[in-house]
């Protein structure tokens, strides 16, 4: 079994995951954001999940999870947290599907940014990922 430490946040005390190789994680075997919707935090993208995912599982990872927050139309903390790592994952140059994923993934940050009446945690979400995807991987419309 693998053994990870993995924060929760500044606060809290250690918490450790673990992955057992002969029962790996439903990501390593069908990578489906909606099998991480309970938001436990074995759910989490740690290290070791994303690392053992090749980089074709990755980018479709990323591509589902894009598509499931834009049916979705909200974004949560696991959401947000499994597109960041995704994001930070996958391989350049990008593919013409990837990039058109990320566009949309720009397009309905924007949308949900201003329907935002103040400065909370998903605005803050929201800006994060609009600038990654607007100037990191330049899908940028403006």
Do not use: H
């Not at 029962?23 to 075997?29: A, D, T, V, Y």
């Not at 696991?78 to 790592?85: K, M, P, S």
């Amino acid at each position: 079994a693998l053994v990870c430490f993995m924060p929760e946040n500044s606060n809290d005390s250690r918490s450790f995951l673990t992955i057992d190789k002969t029962n790996p994680s439903p990501s390593l075997e069908n990578p489906d954001p909606k099998s991480f919707k309970n938001g436990s935090s074995s759910n989490r993208p740690t290290l070791s999940v994303i690392l053992e995912m090749d980089s074709v599982a990755r980018l479709s990872m990323l591509r589902k999870q894009i598509s499931s927050v834009e049916q979705t139309g909200v974004l949560s903390r696991n959401d947000c947290e499994w597109l960041f790592a995704l994001c930070a994952a996958i391989d350049m140059p990008l593919d013409a599907d990837t990039c058109a994923a990320l566009r949309c993934l720009l397009r309905k940050c924007a949308s949900l940014r201003a329907e935002k009446l103040e400065l909370d945690d998903e605005a803050v979400m929201l800006n994060i990922l609009a600038t990654i995807t607007g100037k990191y991987f330049g899908q940028s419309e403006f």
